[in-house]
């Protein structure tokens, strides 16, 4: 059942209509209630994937479906339409005015409709992919204030990291973080690369998410082993790789990576002249779980981010 979450409507005969998709059980029962949550980012698309493939497996055997089940594929859909990160004609990332006020201007407000009608439920995921400057693993970011409550979730996920980040890395105006200071689980899903869609990593998330309706008893039909994550919670393990001149980045390697200190990343060349600037070589030995994949960069951009610390743990992963 399609149902609208926030409407508005705009003087040029337009209206700003955000939906959910509810899936219940076929017998009329209740249970739990799982919401799955994407495009809050317009240019970030690989959720998409991911709310079709929960809706059709469903409907193939809604007969398995114990408890309910709330897709919302579009939090921002002008943002979607016109490949823009932000609300378009505001200028405004949607993800930094959460919880939102009912008696506010127009984004507060629809902001403030979507916390109403997701609380309640007994887990949300918040699914993101990178922008379109870098490529990620599979991963969930958890705000360590939260970590008693979303760790043991987290690792049902089928990710492949789960990063823990202080309370100053976290913005208290995120969907996710107004949602867990509402005691309603929310686990924010970062994978893949800005305006594409990466099917791989879409049915490995998909497959998390049918293991926590699982645990959460909302599903009883056959689910996939799911793969263990490497954990991390220390600040100083996360190694951050940044251009130290502008120019072209031509990356050698691929995240997912295992590298050792000193292995070549990458080279920054300049077209112009034809010449190589610079070679970028690992600081130390890690697991290459973000690499930067539009090739244009200036001095300070951010280029690739290693996990130190967890070789053996990512060796087994590669293979």
């Not at 505001?90 to 403030?112: Q, T």
């Not at 492949?160 to 509402?182: C, E, G, I, K, P």
Request: contains cysteine.
């Amino acid at each position: 059942m399609i149902e609208t979450v926030a409407e508005v409507g705009f003087p040029v005969d337009e209206v700003l209509r955000i939906q959910k998709q509810r899936l219940r059980p076929v017998d009329g029962t209740t249970g739990k209630r799982i919401s799955i949550v994407t495009g809050i980012h317009g240019d970030e698309l690989e959720g998409q994937y991911v709310c079709y493939e929960v809706a059709r497996r469903i409907g193939e055997h809604p007969e398995y479906l114990h408890g309910i089940v709330d897709i919302y594929p579009a939090l921002n859909p002008f943002g979607i339409d016109s490949v823009t990160r932000g609300i378009p004609a505001f200028d405004l990332d949607m993800n930094r005015i959460f919880p939102g006020r009912e008696d506010g201007d127009m984004n507060e407000y629809v902001a403030s409709k979507i916390i109403e009608d997701l609380e309640g439920s007994d887990l949300c995921l918040d699914i993101h992919a990178s922008n379109i400057y870098l490529t990620e693993i599979p991963q969930i970011r958890i705000n360590e204030e939260h970590t008693e409550s979303l760790l043991g979730l987290g690792k049902l996920a089928n990710v492949d990291f789960l990063w823990v980040h202080s309370n100053s890395t976290v913005l208290s105006s995120t969907l996710a973080y107004s949602l867990n200071s509402r005691k309603v689980p929310t686990l924010v899903v970062e994978m893949g690369v800005g305006m594409r869609i990466t099917r791989e990593y879409g049915d490995q998330l998909t497959d998390g998410i049918f293991k926590l309706m699982e645990y959460l008893g909302i599903w009883e039909g056959p689910t996939v082993e799911v793969r263990t994550p490497i954990v991390s919670s220390d600040p100083k393990e996360v190694e951050f790789l940044n251009a130290p001149v502008s120019g072209i980045f031509m990356k050698t390697l691929s995240h997912g990576a295992l590298v050792k200190k000193g292995m070549e990343i990458g080279q920054i060349v300049d077209p112009l002249r034809g010449i190589r600037l610079c070679t970028v070589e690992a600081p130390a030995d890690g697991w290459l779980f973000t690499i930067r994949e539009y090739p244009v960069v200036d001095e300070g951009s951010l280029l690739a981010r290693i996990l130190k610390g967890h070789d053996a743990e990512a060796e087994k992963r590669i293979g």
